[in-house]
């Protein structure tokens, strides 16, 4: 499996400027400086949450970081939260949810700058000094993370990876095959040719998964194969050495079946050692639309600064492409919709268990509701990571724009 190191190039856009500041703590000599800039993706979005660092060189760091826990505001104390930086720092920060960082430099040489978010990392080289100035600089989409992405019927996460900058969508909205794209699209649901990779092949071997950091399973793929516990096993193993799996909707048991602990899906049981009964989660009501909490606080303050499609997901009545800036609704929920016939259903965590649930709200289901709904919910699991929601994107209202859930999406396709 390829994992990028924090100093390969970066798949995120940054535009870094340096301004003198006064005395900078942590700077082992000469002048002190300050580099500004944004974290985005390749298509110029704001990347929220990624950890900007200076790699110090001195054995008299003032800043040693450990790997891997979770801080909030490592140098303005402004309340941002990221992953601290793979080794000792001079300086570091979280990037704001425009996208903006500022860390402390020092000396008149070229500083190196990393920046990271989940399995996309990069570094660039800034003069710090007085005076000092350094242009914008777009790195190459070519040196993403390895991504899979397994079509469904009802879904289409390879869109908004297009949008992002991994590909190119038409006008439709929809991925265009016909131009590059920074992804491999296996075939999950009979509606891809034969140059592709049918789902049964990709699973036949761990090496095959264990080829990608990060798997994409949409909704409606063929969750027959699932029921193989070879594949299962397989599944288990490329999460447990540190894969990330993606799962949305009616692909759930690729999730529930290596990973019962996961979450406690509606019906089929509830165990969490013991992988519930396949396709029992699916009596989700059809039509519905949920205007749903956010619980994560840097994800809400993300979705307040980023445009959206104006108009109705609900009833696909789209005015304008991203026409509007801010996802939440005045009251701070966020709508969510189109969900079709037999949507599979989150119950809640099991007892024990500690997912982080982004996303609830009210739904129905055949014979019930539930005023508050675990709807998008990631977990560490061993030293991979797995996440899931019960809605997808707009498959049945595509757009060049983003919905305001394709909007949540986005931003956790960084937290993977």
């Known amino acids: 499996m390829k994992f990028h190191s924090f100093l390969a190039v970066a798949l995120f856009v940054i535009f870094s400027t340096i301004s003198c500041g006064g005395s900078d703590s942590s700077s082992s000599s000469g002048t002190a400086g300050r580099i500004s800039g944004t974290v985005t993706s390749p298509n110029g979005d704001p990347v929220s949450g990624a950890t900007v660092w200076i790699p110090s060189t001195s054995s008299t760091a003032t800043k040693v970081l450990q790997v891997n826990s979770k801080v909030k505001g490592l140098t303005d104390g402004d309340g941002e939260s990221c992953s601290d930086p793979s080794s000792t720092a001079s300086d570091s920060d979280c990037s704001s949810a425009t996208g903006a960082f500022t860390v402390e430099c020092s000396g008149t040489g070229s500083q190196t700058v990393n920046f990271a978010k989940g399995s996309f990392t990069g570094d660039t080289t800034v003069n710090c000094g007085s005076n000092a100035s350094a242009s914008s600089t777009q790195f190459s989409t070519d040196d993403a993370p390895e991504m899979a992405v397994v079509t469904g019927s009802y879904d289409r996460i390879q869109d908004v990876l297009a949008k992002l900058g991994y590909g190119t969508v038409d006008s439709s909205g929809l991925l265009d095959t016909t131009q590059t794209f920074q992804f491999t699209l296996i075939d999950g649901d009979s509606t891809l040719d034969s140059t592709y990779t049918d789902l049964s092949t990709f699973v036949s071997s761990v090496d095959n998964l264990n080829a990608f950091d990060i798997i994409f399973i949409n909704c409606g793929a063929d969750d027959s194969v699932i029921t193989d516990s070879s594949v299962v096993a397989r599944f288990q193993s490329y999460v447990q050495n540190g894969g990330k799996l993606y799962v949305t909707?009616?692909?759930?048991?690729?999730?529930?079946?290596?990973?019962?602990?996961?979450?406690?899906?509606?019906?089929?049981?509830?165990?969490?050692?013991?992988?519930?009964?396949?396709?029992?989660?699916?009596?989700?009501?059809?039509?519905?639309?949920?205007?749903?909490?956010?619980?994560?606080?840097?994800?809400?303050?993300?979705?307040?600064?980023?445009?959206?499609?104006?108009?109705?997901?609900?009833?696909?009545?789209?005015?304008?492409?991203?026409?509007?800036?801010?996802?939440?609704?005045?009251?701070?929920?966020?709508?969510?919709?189109?969900?079709?016939?037999?949507?599979?259903?989150?119950?809640?965590?099991?007892?024990?268990?500690?997912?982080?649930?982004?996303?609830?709200?009210?739904?129905?289901?055949?014979?019930?509701?539930?005023?508050?709904?675990?709807?998008?919910?990631?977990?560490?699991e061993s030293s991979g990571k797995l996440l899931y929601s019960s809605y997808h994107t707009a498959d049945t209202c595509p757009s060049t724009g983003f919905w305001a859930q394709e909007r949540i999406l986005q931003y956790l396709v960084f937290e993977l």
């Open 249 to 380: 909707d009616l692909s759930y048991d690729f999730i529930e079946q290596p990973f019962p602990d996961f979450m406690d899906f509606k019906d089929g049981g509830s165990d969490a050692a013991t992988a519930e009964t396949m396709d029992a989660a699916q009596d989700g009501t059809s039509g519905i639309s949920s205007d749903a909490t956010v619980n994560d606080t840097d994800m809400a303050a993300w979705l307040d600064a980023v445009t959206v499609n104006t108009g109705d997901v609900e009833t696909c009545s789209l005015t304008t492409v991203n026409g509007t800036t801010g996802a939440r609704n005045s009251d701070d929920t966020v709508t969510i919709a189109d969900f079709l016939s037999g949507w599979a259903v989150m119950e809640a965590a099991h007892t024990g268990e500690s997912p982080t649930i982004w996303i609830q709200g009210p739904i129905e289901y055949t014979g019930g509701s539930d005023s508050d709904a675990p709807l998008t919910v990631t977990k560490t």
